[in-house]
């Protein structure tokens, strides 16, 4: 299997430094700072980096158990709001996916989304997480 990389710079003290994070795959820095984590600065985080990595290991490994039982998906949306508490602690991943899967029932699309749920890699690595709540909205 493949092996993804990923890096991040943090220059000086904690509230007063800076940091920029960089994927393998994508060209530029992402910039952060202790306020795009703790407070309101609108510049990217490590949770919100997370969130997006969760939120698309779902859908795709959500994608391919819905193929692999005959329901094809014509598109999966999945959200993720990652919560930072005290500690810090990453306490609670919700993720929100809508899903337009034609011909299923309700309940095979839920027995697939559990199990997609469990079973996706990011998923699995963040079994630490305190709580993952996951939301589904079936359309067909």
Same mark, same amino acid.
């Given at each position: 299997?493949?092996?993804?990389?990923?890096?991040? #710079?943090?220059?000086? #003290?904690?509230?007063?430094?800076?940091? @920029?994070?960089?994927?393998? *795959?994508? $060209? %530029?820095?992402?910039?952060? &700072?202790?306020?795009?984590? =703790?407070?309101?600065? !609108?510049?990217?985080?490590?949770?919100?980096?997370?969130?997006?990595?969760?939120?698309?290991?779902? @859908?795709?490994?959500? *994608?391919?158990?819905?193929?692999?039982? $005959? =329901? +094809? +998906?014509?598109?999966? !949306? &999945? #959200?993720?709001?990652? !919560?930072?508490?005290? %500690? +810090? #602690?990453? @306490?609670?991943?919700?993720?929100?996916?809508?899903?337009?899967? +034609?011909?299923?029932?309700?309940?095979?699309?839920?027995?697939?989304?559990? =199990? *997609?749920?469990? $079973?996706?890699?990011? *998923?699995?690595?963040?079994?630490?997480?305190?709580?993952?709540?996951?939301? &589904? &909205?079936?359309?067909?």
């Amino acid at each position: 299997m493949a092996i993804k990389n990923a890096e991040a #710079t943090w220059k000086g #003290t904690l509230k007063e430094g800076a940091g @920029s994070m960089k994927l393998g *795959s994508a $060209g %530029g820095d992402m910039p952060f &700072t202790w306020a795009s984590r =703790f407070a309101d600065e !609108h510049k990217t985080n490590p949770e919100e980096l997370m969130g997006a990595a969760h939120a698309g290991c779902f @859908s795709m490994f959500l *994608s391919a158990q819905l193929g692999k039982a $005959g =329901f +094809p +998906p014509t598109t999966i !949306h &999945t #959200t993720a709001h990652v !919560h930072l508490t005290d %500690g +810090p #602690t990453i @306490s609670k991943i919700e993720l929100n996916c809508e899903a337009l899967v +034609p011909g299923i029932d309700q309940a095979k699309f839920d027995e697939l989304v559990a =199990f *997609s749920k469990a $079973g996706c890699p990011v *998923s699995k690595a963040l079994a630490a997480v305190g709580e993952i709540v996951l939301h &589904t &909205t079936l359309k067909n």
